[in-house]
């Protein structure tokens, strides 16, 4: 049952097994072991359903690192550009 939950709850939000261990206060590796492994033999469609999810995510996961990258940068510029103008 828990681990159709987290199966679920990943396909539904399209969410990364870090998202889902968030939200589900459960640690990150026995969300991945129950998806990748335990739900194969539980619910095949929805296994199959899971791992498209999360082959889209790792795909997309330089785009993520990049995008986080150029966030906090941005955002340190813009702190830096706060303390210079009150100087």
Known sequence: DRICEEASYIV?????????AKALCIGKSTIHKDVTERLRSINP??????RDVLNTNK????????KATHDKYASLRQFAGDVTAER
């Open 12 to 20: 539904e939000h399209k969410a990364t097994v870090r998202d889902a």
């Open 45 to 50: 469609a929805l296994y199959k359903s899971v």
């Open 59 to 66: 795909a997309e996961r330089h785009l993520r690192g990049g």
